[in-house]
């Protein structure tokens, strides 16, 4: 059974920093490439940021372009998510979020989706 | 970037009805649409996928439709478990963009 389970979410004053986590199992991770995707309170969805298999290729939303940076450990079986300069406007729920196909090079629906981690910016 | 419009925002149905959710995007993106549903408190999960291919799993009261730049999702006759929040997405190119959604209520 896939499983994607997010951690590092709390609260966090304005200005902060954060990492997000996303710890895999059930599948070849290596294999696959991976999103984040956030929800602000009652809203709907955004996606973040992009990552190829290798790691060697992300992609940013323009939101969080320059702020954030996403990484994967193959070896770890583990994605992370680097947010620095937090704004309020950058309070949601973050998921950790799998391509549907691996290869595709991120032009693929999304199949398997974390709990989400929420992170609450606020002074 | 390719925007996402989807109606309505909210829909009233009752058990039985036949619904239909419909999702706009302002450009061509094929057939690279998903949808996708999400109840409170929980992940979305992956519903339909390159517009019309049901996920494995998913019940076949459940179908999409479309391509270019409209698309549909039906429920054939609407069940207590399918009273949540529909997105459709578009994974055309990069930025991935979502609908705003669609709240379906118990009438």
């Known amino acids: 059974e896939v499983q994607l389970v997010e951690s590092g979410g709390g609260l966090v004053q304005p200005g902060g920093f954060l990492r997000l986590s996303c710890e895999a199992s059930g599948f070849t991770f290596s294999s696959y490439e991976l999103n984040w995707v956030r929800q602000a309170p009652g809203k709907g969805l955004e996606w973040l940021s992009y990552?190829?298999?290798?790691?060697?290729?992300?992609y940013y939303a323009d939101s969080v372009e320059g702020r954030f940076t996403m990484s994967r450990d193959n070896a770890k079986n583990s994605l992370y998510l680097q947010m620095n300069s937090l704004r309020a406007e950058d309070t949601a729920v973050y998921y950790c979020?799998?391509?549907?196909?691996?290869?595709?090079?991120?032009?693929?629906?999304?199949?398997?989706w974390g709990q989400g981690t929420l992170v609450t910016v606020s002074s | 970037d390719i925007q996402m419009t989807q109606s309505p925002s909210t829909l009233s149905a009752s058990v039985g009805d036949r619904v239909t959710i419909t999702c706009r995007a302002s450009q061509t993106i094929d057939s690279w649409l998903a949808w996708y549903q999400q109840k409170p408190g929980k992940a979305p999960k992956l519903l339909i996928y390159k517009a019309s291919t049901l996920e494995s799993g998913v019940p076949s009261r459940f179908s999409g439709s479309g391509s270019g730049t409209e698309f549909t999702l039906t429920i054939s006759s609407q069940q207590p478990d399918d009273f949540a929040t529909y997105f459709c997405q578009q994974y055309k190119r990069f930025p991935i963009t979502f609908g705003r959604g669609t709240r379906l209520e118990i009438k």
């Open positions: 979020v799998r391509d549907g196909t691996p290869g595709t090079f991120g032009m693929v629906h999304f199949d398997n």
């Open positions: 990552i190829s298999d290798s790691g060697n290729t992300v």
